[in-house]
């Protein structure tokens, strides 16, 4: 089990919104740390999506957004593209281990 | 422009050391906030945070595997080198060095492409 939890698989057809969840815990996110989104295209390096709750990279389409509230946090993307089927994964720092965390990954299908 | 590169044995046997060495250039490991990470994948499943190193040659480990873990820099080489001891068939999975984003080590805004490391006898 992930310290963060992500829901395993979420779907949408092109051009709605979708949007995917990571619950942390106290030692983590709910300690105040920020949340970090990475997109992972098959069979290629994970990519930064969003960084430090709300902000994206150069490069990365505002249909990606992020927040975040209390112990979670929540990536949304609007107006899908098949190009944006892909796994996602949320991470953050966690007190406890003195470590990062990522969270368990959801797989994103666009219908 | 900044890369990374993953490097090492693809195979090895368990209970030997695995050693992993990461080649980057477009920036310096001796600049006030940069860092670099490794990271690992097992085939199918999730991302797992290993070790960082920072400029300032301050290093983390993952917690539950600390005691097999050493991260060490070499800033004339711009290299990063991570040994893993005790290799066991669950650490079969693609490691990855990552770049920390300047004066935020938690964003990885670079990463190498990957390297699979098979543990089997």
């Known amino acids: 089990q992930s310290v963060l939890t992500q829901p395993p698989s979420v779907s949408g057809a092109p051009g709605q919104r979708v949007t995917i969840s990571c619950t942390g815990a106290?030692?983590?996110?709910?300690?105040?740390?920020?949340v970090y989104w990475y997109q992972q295209l098959p069979g290629t390096a994970p990519k930064l999506l969003i960084y430090?709750?709300?902000n994206r990279p150069s490069g990365v389409p505002d249909r990606f957004s992020g927040s975040k509230s209390g112990t979670s946090a929540s990536l949304a993307i609007t107006g899908l593209q098949a190009e944006d089927e892909a796994d996602y994964y949320c991470?953050?720092?966690?007190?406890?281990?003195?470590?990062?965390?990522f969270g368990g990954g959801t797989k994103l299908t666009v219908l | 422009q900044v890369t990374l590169r993953e490097s090492g044995p693809a195979l090895v046997k368990p209970t030997q050391t695995l050693t992993l060495t990461c080649t980057f250039s477009g920036f310096s490991l001796s600049t006030s906030g940069m860092c670099v990470s490794w990271i690992r994948q097992p085939p199918g499943k999730a991302l797992e945070w290993l070790a960082l190193i920072d400029w300032d040659d301050d290093k983390y480990y993952n917690t539950s595997l600390k005691t097999r873990l050493t991260i060490s820099k070499d800033t004339s080489k711009n290299q990063v080198v991570l040994t893993v001891t005790n290799m066991d068939p669950l650490d079969t999975a693609t490691y990855y060095c990552?770049?920390?984003?300047?004066?935020?080590?938690?964003?990885?805004?670079?990463w190498g492409q990957g390297t699979l490391v098979t543990v089997s006898s």
């Open positions: 106290s030692s983590n996110i709910g300690a105040g740390y920020d």
């Open positions: 990552a770049r920390g984003k300047g004066g935020d080590c938690s964003a990885s805004d670079y």
């Open positions: 991470q953050s720092y966690d007190l406890s281990l003195s470590g990062w965390v």
């Open positions: 430090a709750n709300i």
